[in-house]
């Protein structure tokens, strides 16, 4: 595990507790996210579980449990898991550093990877989205299924923005913003067929202020 990936891990371990208070009941606040979110589940169908990669405490896994449908989560922090399965008793998570995932080949019918990307550094987003597609589903020309779905979002600049204290708390994190047409270029390099990209203005009352991207691409064949 490269250096980036253990502050990652180290710095969420740190402050795991106060994340999970903060974050749990988000949802409850961004119906355009919970509106993405409907669209990842009619879009997967009966494809296969979705995975909300990079978890923290399983707000978006719960929401996609309450609708129904199958749901997972992984983060790299193991502290992280233990809040989400304490406040989600009914989902599954488990550990997983999204370079180099424990999961199989065509696990998953989606992924909802909300803001997980911003941790990667720049130039290893394509392997990490290259990894993301190799556990979602392929597609099934005899049945006629399409490939697995990814949503995935993150922050829209062009800066890499250093945080060493978060609520009183030492960690080591580096947030990178990136701009739409950036992740688009890389998610057809790392092989995915983009649907579309949404962005959105920022919420000052519920979030960190800044323009967020939300993009649905697909496994092709």
């Known amino acids: 595990m490269d250096k980036a990936i253990l502050n990652t891990q180290a710095s969420y371990d740190e402050v795991a507790a106060e994340y999970a208070e903060k974050f749990k009941d988000e949802m409850d606040y961004k119906p355009f996210d919970r509106d993405c979110l409907d669209r990842l589940v009619r879009e997967v169908g009966r494809l296969g579980p979705i995975c909300d990669l990079g978890c923290g405490p399983g707000q978006i896994a719960r929401y996609l449990h309450r609708q129904g449908v199958a749901t997972l989560g992984v983060d790299l922090s193991p502290r992280m898991i233990e809040e989400a399965q304490k406040l989600n008793p009914d989902?599954?998570?488990?550990r997983g550093d999204m370079l180099s995932l424990p999961d199989a080949d065509n696990s998953w019918g989606g992924i909802a990877a909300f803001y997980c990307i911003i941790h990667i550094p720049p130039e290893r987003v394509v392997d990490a989205l290259r990894e993301m597609k190799r556990v979602l589903?392929?597609?099934?020309?005899?049945?006629?299924?399409?490939?697995?779905?990814?949503?995935?979002?993150?922050?829209?600049?062009?800066?890499?923005?250093?945080?060493?204290?978060?609520?009183?708390?030492?960690?080591?994190?580096?947030?990178?913003?990136?701009?739409?047409?950036e992740?688009?270029?890389?998610?057809?390099?790392?092989?995915?067929?983009?649907?579309e990209t949404?962005?959105?203005?920022?919420n000052p009352q519920v979030e960190f202020e800044t323009k967020r991207a939300y993009l649905f691409a697909r496994k092709p064949r």
């Open 91 to 94: 989902i599954p998570f488990h």
């Open 137 to 181: 589903r392929s597609p099934d020309p005899a049945s006629g299924k399409p490939g697995g779905v990814l949503l995935i979002t993150f922050h829209i600049g062009t800066k890499i923005e250093h945080v060493d204290e978060w609520w009183e708390k030492p960690i080591n994190l580096d947030f990178s913003f990136h701009q739409p047409a």
């Open 183 to 195: 992740m688009e270029a890389w998610l057809k390099e790392a092989g995915f067929e983009l649907e």
């Open 198 to 202: 949404l962005v959105r203005e920022p």
